[in-house]
Nanobody, 120 residues
Framework: QVQLVESGGGLVQAGGSLRLSCAAS????????MGWYRQAPGKQRELVAD???????SYADSVKGRFTISRDNVKNTVYLQMNSLKTEDTAVYYC??????????????WGQGTLVTVSS
């Protein structure tokens, strides 16, 4: 009914940049919070950044000043611009969205994940 599709992951050297995108599609009435999580090997999934429909943002301390989250409410898309990447940013990045469907059901939806690998 609702699908989140991520893109933009890949391999980059430390100090480099990547931009992730996540587009939501399907039976969507509105999207409230959208965010990015990540999970490194052997670690728990953690929140990287989120943004509500009004543009209010929050970031994990580890990425503040380096990552920027943004969204396009017309395209139902959230972005994560990642600059000054570090090897410890290596993880699978997941998009998350709190969606109200056209039938007024509430769904917490996840993308399939995109791998970001930062080499030294």
């Amino acid at each position: 009914q609702v699908q989140l599709v991520e893109s933009g992951g890949g391999l980059v050297q430390a100090g480099g940049s990547l931009r992730l995108s996540c587009a939501a599609s399907g039976s969507i009435f509105s999207i409230n919070d959208m965010g990015w999580y990540r999970q490194a090997p052997g670690k728990q999934r953690e929140l990287v950044a989120d943004i509500n429909r009004y543009g209010s943002k929050s970031y994990a301390d580890s990425v503040k000043g380096r990552f920027t989250i943004s969204r396009d409410n017309v395209k139902n898309t959230v972005y994560l611009q990642m600059n000054s990447l570090k090897t410890e940013d290596t993880a699978v990045y997941y998009c998350n969205a709190d969606i109200t469907t056209r039938t007024y059901r509430y769904l917490e939806s996840w993308g399939q994940g995109t791998l970001v690998t930062v080499s030294s």
